[in-house]
Structures are given as structure tokens and as C-alpha cells.
């Protein structure tokens, strides 16, 4: 053979997983499955930025570059593991049908993208389909987790878990946090779409503990007057305690920031909050299955008005707000405002719960409700010390119907009822919008109440539409309908539901 044939051979097999996408994200997670001792073959549309990152970021590192598709195939072990870190929607499908014609039944495609779950049940369908194996994977963690920690939350083919189970757990944060011996932030979630649903969900969390947060800062900077300094210092005395998380970690930092010229830098942050689509998703999703996710919802549509900069400074200087004064004691109050925050929070928690229950039913998925909670405790966004008690809670009662229901966080949201409620109302006093914090606070006041108007809101369904309702000296399940007019006749509305 002579050497101008035997440079035409193809590679051998030997990347125990490939990556398409090489944006920051996907070259943190190779990094990562390097460190972990896993050879990794990486492609990129753009193929000058596979040499690029071989040329420096990657530089050393036991990572193989690809020009091709084809040639990214042939250099995986099999089964073959592709992992796609690609922009959500078309994209991931376009990768999908380029890879079909070099992949072979038993291969594996690992979506890591923030893919909307109902893309992730139709491409295992697909998939599966065609003898291939489908994984949708959510991952937390921003660029430093995916670089030394992210959590991962898998589901798909449940067949296809064996064969990556070493390299997702291997590259996975840890709990205790930095113990290489701790508990992997991921697990196998469920079918088809229940690992991107999970994703979503913590996304939508993750929007409800951002906007809490931002209302406790807004009424410090306004209702306290606390200048950045001293807001730092609040944030990190409650890191210290219940409220201890990455946000709140973080808030501290950003609050303590100054630029090259002393200048706090987070007051120079237009104040117009975008978003990427996922906390929509969830209100959507939660609508969709009739649960009442007030917080998360709150939280999304206060991004969507905080967009609205220009109308809002027209209204600004047209509308008066403050409905009157209120004397604040800044020590007193920054204790009721830190269980205000707690209490709100373990409110995002249970519907977030809430809606994962709904979406298992829906769709058949055993959901371990503990284990996704521990898949949170470290590497992603949401991670914080609190969730070690909604694991404990669900280790004790698996059928749990609602977080606020055990013992735990019954007692906190007892003790933190007195000071939740002044918050709210001194913020209503002031006029500074706490929408997060008040929905949360009217969920938790319906959530207790065995007794609701409803009635009042079903007998007038009957009234204009005959959608008839139910008795309460009847067995639920009865329907019936009043003729309130005495002209609207005996037939009632086909569906309870409309």
C-alpha cells in the first residue's frame, strides 16, 4: 500500500463522544469531558472554528477536530454519541437529518440545547423510529458550569442512558459541592420530553428567583434608601442563612461591582429586561394543564413591561402612583423582607412541583421528584442549600400533593406569614410593584382557604352559558343547571370545561 492510498483510509474510532457546536457553552462542556480522561471529536458548521479551538482553547488538550460530518461519524466508538449544542429549534433538526446518513441503529443523539420539551417527544418518536436512540438534555450552569460542573437533566430513549450515564455523571457538578466523591447533579429524568420539561421548569424558577430578588432590591434602593454598599452587604448577610443560593450570591457581587472610573456599573444597566423564550414556555405549558403558576407567570410578564422603557417614562410623568406614606425601620424591615423573599420562593418551588406532577400525569413520566431536586442542588442556576429540604421532604413522602403541605416548609411559611405580610402591604403603601412577592402571597391565602367564591364564578358560567356546576350536598361528579331566567330552557353546555 503506498502512502498516498493509505492517507485516504478513514480515522479509527476513537472519540467516546462527539460535539457539534462550538460556541462558549459547547467548548466548556468538551473542555470538561476532557478533563474527565473521555476523547471527544468536535465539529462546527463554521470549520474554522473547530482549528481555532484546537489552536487554543483545546490546545493540548486530547480533543479531535472534524471538517465533516461523515468524518465526525467515523471517529466515534460505538455506539455512536453526538451531542448537538446547537440553537434550539430548526437548527437541531437540520443537524439530525445530516447526521441520519452516517449513523447506524443503537447510535445516540444528544440534544443540549434549550429545546422546547414537545420538540424533544417528537424527536424520539422520530428517532426511534428509525432504530436511533434520542436523549433531550437539559443543562444548567451558564459557562462556568458547563466548563467545571453543570447540572444535567437527561431524558428521551431510556435505553440510551447506560451508554452516556458515565460521561454525563463524570462531567456533572457534585454534592457536597466540590467533593469528587458527592452525589452527580444528574440522573435520568424520564421519557421522551421530560428532561427538557424539568429544564424548562427550573428555567421558570429560575425567572420567579430572579424577579423576587429584584423586588427586594428595589424596595431597599426606594423604600430604604440603602445605597449599593450597604444592599451588598444585606444580600450577603442572607447568604449566610435560609436564603443562601447562587442568586443571591451573585446579586451580592453585582451590587458590590465598580468599573475602571468607581462607577456601580449595575446603575448604569438600562433597566429593560430581556428573555430567550423558556420562562414563557412554562406560563404556557401551566396554562395549558390548568395550573395556577401565578409567581413564575408574574415574573415573565414583569420582564415583558420592564420592555416597555419608553411608554413607561411617558406614564411616568403622567400618572401618580404612591397612594401614601409609609415610616420604615431598616433593621425591622429587612428582616420581614428576607421571609418575605423565603416565603416567596418556597411558593415559586411548590408550583414549579406543582407543574411537573401535572406534566407526569399528562404524559405518563415517573418522575423521582427527590432526585431532581438533588439534580439542582449544585452546577445550575436555581442551586441553593433549600433544596436539600424539598428532597428530604419528598424522600419522606413520595406522594407528596404539595411542598407547602410538609412539615418543613409548613412551619417556615408560618413563621415567615407576619413579616410577608407587611412587606406587602408597605410596597403597596409605597407604589413599588412587587408582583412575584404579592402573587405569591395570594396564592399561598387561595392555597389555604377550604373555601373559595367559586360558586359565585360557576352560577354565573350557568347563568350566561348553562355550563352547568356541581352541589355541595351532592357527590362531586353530579352536574347540574338552573334556569336563572326562567327563558333559558333545560339544555346546558356540552363540556364543564369551556
Not at 76 to 84: E, F, Q, S, T
Not at 330 to 348: G, M, N, P, R, T
Not at 370 to 381: E, K, V
Amino acid at each position: 500500500m503506498t502512502a498516498d492510498t493509505q492517507s485516504f483510509l478513514p480515522a479509527p474510532p476513537v472519540a467516546d463522544i462527539g460535539l457539534i457546536g462550538l460556541a462558549v457553552m459547547g467548548q466548556n462542556l468538551v473542555l470538561n469531558m476532557n478533563d474527565h480522561g473521555f476523547v471527544v471529536a468536535v465539529y462546527n458548521r463554521t470549520v474554522s472554528k473547530v482549528d481555532e479551538f484546537l489552536a487554543n482553547e483545546a490546545s493540548g488538550a486530547n480533543v479531535v477536530g472534524a471538517r465533516s460530518i461523515e468524518e465526525l461519524a467515523g471517529l466515534l466508538k460505538r455506539p455512536r454519541r453526538v451531542m448537538l449544542m446547537v440553537k434550539a429549534g430548526p437548527p437541531v433538526d437540520q443537524f439530525i437529518e445530516q447526521l441520519l446518513p452516517y449513523l447506524e441503529p443503537g447510535d445516540i443523539i444528544i440534544d443540549g440545547g434549550n429545546s422546547n420539551y414537545q420538540d424533544s417527544m417528537r424527536r424520539t418518536t422520530y428517532l426511534e423510529g428509525k432504530g436511533l436512540l434520542f436523549i433531550g438534555t437539559g443543562v444548567s450552569g451558564g459557562e462556568e458550569g458547563a466548563r467545571f460542573g453543570p447540572s444535567i437533566m437527561p431524558g428521551g430513549s431510556p435505553a440510551a442512558w447506560p451508554h452516556v450515564k458515565e460521561i454525563f455523571q463524570s462531567i456533572a457538578a457534585k454534592v457536597p459541592e466540590g467533593d469528587p466523591g458527592g452525589a452527580p447533579c444528574c440522573d435520568w429524568v424520564g421519557e421522551n420530553g421530560a428532561g427538557h420539561f424539568v429544564k424548562m421548569v427550573h428555567n421558570g424558577i429560575e425567572y420567579g428567583d430572579m424577579q423576587i430578588i429584584a423586588e427586594a432590591y428595589h424596595l431597599m434602593k426606594e423604600g430604604l434608601g440603602l445605597d449599593n454598599d450597604a444592599m451588598s452587604a444585606v444580600f450577603s448577610q442572607w447568604n449566610q442563612g435560609v436564603l443562601d443560593s447562587y442568586l443571591i450570591e451573585i446579586t451580592r457581587d453585582i451590587l458590590a461591582y465598580r468599573d475602571e472610573a468607581g462607577h456601580a456599573v449595575v446603575d448604569l444597566i438600562l433597566d429593560a429586561a430581556g428573555q430567550k423564550g423558556t420562562g414563557k414556555w412554562t406560563g404556557i405549558a401551566a396554562l395549558e394543564m390548568g395550573i395556577p403558576l401565578t409567581l413564575i407567570g408574574e415574573a415573565v410578564f414583569a420582564r415583558a413591561l420592564s420592555s416597555l422603557k419608553e411608554e413607561r417614562v411617558a406614564a411616568s410623568a403622567a400618572l401618580a402612583g404612591r397612594a401614601g406614606g409609609a415610616t420604615l425601620a431598616a433593621d425591622s424591615f429587612l428582616a420581614d423582607l428576607e421571609q418575605a423573599v423565603y416565603a416567596s420562593k418556597i411558593v415559586s418551588y411548590a408550583q414549579g412541583y406543582m407543574l411537573m406532577r401535572a406534566a407526569a400525569v399528562e404524559y405518563g413520566w415517573n418522575l423521582n421528584y427527590g432526585g431532581i431536586a438533588l439534580m439542582w442542588r449544585g452546577g445550575c442556576i436555581i442551586r441553593s442549600a433549600f433544596l436539600g429540604k424539598i428532597k428530604e421532604a419528598f424522600d419522606a413522602d413520595p406522594n407528596l400533593d404539595n411542598l407547602l403541605v410538609a412539615p418543613y416548609f409548613a412551619q417556615a411559611m408560618d413563621a415567615a406569614q407576619a413579616g410577608w405580610r407587611r412587606v406587602a402591604a408597605t410596597a403597596v403603601q409605597l407604589g413599588i410593584p412587587t408582583p412575584a412577592m404579592s402573587s405569591a402571597l395570594a396564592f399561598f391565602d387561595g392555597y389555604r382557604r377550604d373555601w373559595l367564591p367559586a360558586n359565585l364564578l360557576q352560577a354565573q358560567r350557568d347563568y350566561f352559558g348553562a355550563h352547568t356546576y356541581e352541589r355541595i350536598d351532592r357527590p362531586r361528579g353530579q352536574f347540574y343547571h338552573t334556569n336563572w331566567t326562567g327563558s333559558g330552557g333545560n339544555i346546558t353546555a356540552s363540556t364543564y370545561q369551556a
